[in-house]
């Protein structure tokens, strides 16, 4: 499993286009599974970036060269609510990404290699329209 954080450059925010490059995105690789998820500051507990109430913690582990990815956490940072299904265009929305936003995504594939190749090909969508 790979995990990295994405910032949100885009001025408009993830509105139903660039979430539909996402989910499209994510039904062509589908040899991974893709989840997405927001996520927010909370000062008030001192909890690591989590999927679900019900899966393990995700320790972000891998390191990557560019600046809008982020593999830190700071130790108050959660995701908001479950990690999403990135191949639905709604659940996508549903997060009501705005710019400054951090977002999670979490890949799951049949090897590292694999896991490597969606990220990569991942963050160039991402540069494009996020």
């Known amino acids: 499993m790979m995990n990295f954080k994405y910032t949100i450059k885009n001025p408009n ?5 660039p979430a539909g490059y996402l989910a499209s995105f994510a039904n062509k690789y589908n040899k991974c599974k893709i989840k997405v998820g927001k996520v927010f500051e909370n000062s008030l507990r001192t909890e690591s970036l989590e999927c679900s109430s019900n899966s393990p913690k995700i320790n972000v582990s891998e390191q990557l060269s560019s600046s809008s990815l982020s593999d830190k956490t700071s130790g108050s940072e959660k995701v908001n609510g479950n990690c ?7 659940s996508i929305t549903g997060l009501g990404l705005k710019k400054g936003d951090e977002v999670f ?5 049949p090897d590292e290699q694999t896991e490597n190749e969606v990220r990569d090909a991942l ?6 329209h996020f």
């Not at 999403?84 to 709604?90: E, K, P, R, T």
């Not at 995504?105 to 594939?109: A, E, K, L, N, Q």
């Not at 963050?123 to 494009?128: A, D, N, V």
Request: charge should be negative; charged fraction near 15%.
């Open 13 to 17: 925010g993830v509105h139903f286009r």
């Open 105 to 109: 995504f979490s890949i799951t594939g």
């Open 123 to 128: 963050y160039e969508l991402l540069l494009q």
């Open 84 to 90: 999403l299904d990135a191949s639905q265009i709604l």
